[in-house]
C-alpha cells in the first residue's frame, strides 16, 4: 500500500515538533524549510562564512533521525564560552560540508545519511535573500532576527506586508515535492518568520496553489508581539491567505488546552497570550479541535541567546491529531 506523502511547510521549531511526530508512522515526509534564518549560531555563519543559514534544516534534519539519542544530541549541542559560544555543532557541520562540496543540498544529503533520516529535508531556495517587513507606518525592517525579536520596551505597530531583498526562485526540489504531494501540512510555527517566507519565494506559491493536495494549517498556541500581536485564529488565517493568494485550506488543526498559569506567566511581558478560536464552524473548511499542548515546559539553553517558546505543540498528540484527519 502505496504510504501517504506529507509536505511539511515550515521551519525551526514548528517543524521539529511536527516532523519528530509524524515519523513514528507510515508515512513518506518530505520538510520544505525556510531559509532566511539572519540571527544567532545560523546568522553569524551566514555573515561571517557566506553560507546559507544552517539551522532550521539542521533542526528537521536531527527530528527526521532514526541514529542514535547520542548523535542526535550532538548535532543540537551548542557551545558555552570561547570563540563557538552559541554555535551548535550541528550548525558548525553542515556549514563544513557545504564550504567542502561547495552545495548545501550536498550536505544535506551527507549529514542525512549519518543521521539515516527518514524522509528528505529540502530547503526553499538556495539563494540567498533577507526577509523584510513594512509596518503600517511605514518603516522597513530587515532581517528576520529582527523582525522576531523585540525588545521589552520597543512598541511596534502592526506588519503592512512581508517581501524578500532580492526575490529569489524557489529550489526545483521544492517545486517537484509540492507536486507530489497527498497533503500539505502548514506549521506550527511563527507566522511571519517561519511560514511566510516559503510563500514569498517564487513559484512556492503558484505551486501549492495548483496542488491537488489536502492542506492542513496548524494553529499557533501563542500570539507574537510584533508579528501576531492580538490576533486571534481567524487574524492568523487572513494573513496566511494574503501570501497563499486565495483560500486553500482544507482543514485547520486547533488547540484547545490552556497552557498553565506559570507558562502563561513568561509570556505576559511581552504581551503574548493564547491564540484566540473565534472560528465557529466555518463553512470554508474543517476545523477540527483537540488538546495538542505540551504537559511540561521547554527550557532553554542558557547557551542559546534567543529567546525560544516555551509552550509547544505536543509532537505524539499533534500527530495523532494529522494522522487521524489524513486517515
Same mark, same amino acid.
Given at each position: ?25 507510515? +508515512? ?8 532566511? *534564518? ?31 539519542? =547520542? ?11 570561547? &570563540? ?9 557541520? =553542515? ?16 549529514? &542525512? ?5 527518514? &524522509? ?12 523584510? +517587513? ?7 525592517? +530587515? ?74 494549517? +496548524? =494553529? ?5 508581539? &510584533? ?49 484566540? *478560536? ?50
Amino acid at each position: 500500500m502505496k504510504k501517504p506523502r506529507i509536505v511539511v511547510v515550515g521551519g525551526g521549531t514548528g517543524s521539529y515538533v511536527a516532523l519528530s511526530g509524524l515519523k513514528k508512522y507510515p +508515512v513518506d515526509l518530505t520538510a520544505i524549510v525556510t531559509m532566511m *534564518d539572519s540571527g544567532g549560531s545560523s546568522g553569524k555563519l551566514r555573515d561571517e562564512l557566506g553560507v546559507l543559514p544552517p539551522g532550521d534544516v539542521r533542526q528537521c534534519l536531527v527530528a527526521l533521525a532514526e541514529s542514535s539519542r =547520542l548523535l542526535r544530541e550532538m548535532f543540537n549541542y551548542r557551545f558555552e564560552g570561547g &570563540g563557538l559560544s552559541g554555535h551548535t555543532f550541528g550548525n558548525i557541520f =553542515l556549514s563544513a560540508l557545504e564550504k567542502t562540496t561547495g552545495s548545501m543540498k550536498k550536505a544535506i544529503t551527507e549529514v &542525512g545519511k549519518i543521521l539515516r533520516i527518514r &524522509g528528505q529535508v529540502i530547503p526553499v531556495t538556495f539563494s540567498k535573500a533577507d526577509l523584510c +517587513v513594512e509596518l503600517i507606518d511605514g518603516k522597513i525592517i +530587515v532581517g528576520e532576527t529582527h523582525i522576531d525579536v523585540v525588545e521589552k520596551k520597543e512598541k511596534r505597530v502592526p506588519i503592512r506586508r512581508a517581501f524578500l531583498d532580492p526575490k529569489v526562485e524557489a529550489n526545483p526540489d521544492a517545486i517537484l515535492a509540492i507536486q507530489k504531494a497527498d497533503f500539505i501540512l502548514i506549521g506550527p510555527g511563527d507566522l511571519y518568520t517561519s511560514i511566510i517566507p516559503n510563500l514569498l519565494v517564487h513559484g512556492i506559491k503558484d505551486s501549492i496553489q495548483k496542488s491537488k493536495a489536502k492542506k492542513i494549517y +496548524v =494553529l499557533n498556541l501563542m500570539t507574537k508581539y &510584533g508579528q501576531t500581536t492580538r490576533y486571534t485564529a481567524s487574524d492568523h488565517i487572513r494573513d496566511l491567505e494574503k501570501y497563499t493568494g486565495r483560500q486553500i485550506l482544507d482543514t485547520v488543526l486547533v488547540n484547545t488546552k490552556v497552557p498553565s498559569d506559570e507558562a502563561l506567566a513568561w509570556y505576559v511581558d511581552f504581551e503574548e497570550y493564547p491564540v484566540s *478560536d473565534d472560528l465557529g464552524r466555518s463553512s470554508d473548511y474543517l476545523i477540527t479541535r483537540a488538546h495538542l499542548v505540551k504537559n511540561v515546559m521547554i527550557e532553554q539553553s542558557v547557551r542559546d541567546r534567543l529567546r525560544r517558546s516555551i509552550i509547544r505543540h505536543d509532537p505524539d498528540k499533534l500527530a495523532s491529531a494529522i494522522i487521524k484527519l489524513i486517515s
